[in-house]
């Protein structure tokens, strides 16, 4: 299992792979595991693909 500074820092990896996204938009917190997002993004779309980027994380 991952730790939470682990799976943090592949979060923010797999954000800032993400075309549409701009990751310093997105703030990524982890805490016992489990993942929160935080910030604005102007639409749907980028709010979604920073969803599936993050879940594409084990």
Known sequence: MKTNENLQKDVQDAL?????????EI??????????????????IKKAEAENATKKVA
């Open 16 to 24: 800032k792979y993400e075309q549409l996204l701009h990751a310093a």
């Open 27 to 44: 703030g990524v917190t982890v805490h016992d595991g489990i993942v929160t997002l935080t910030g604005t993004v102007d639409n749907y």
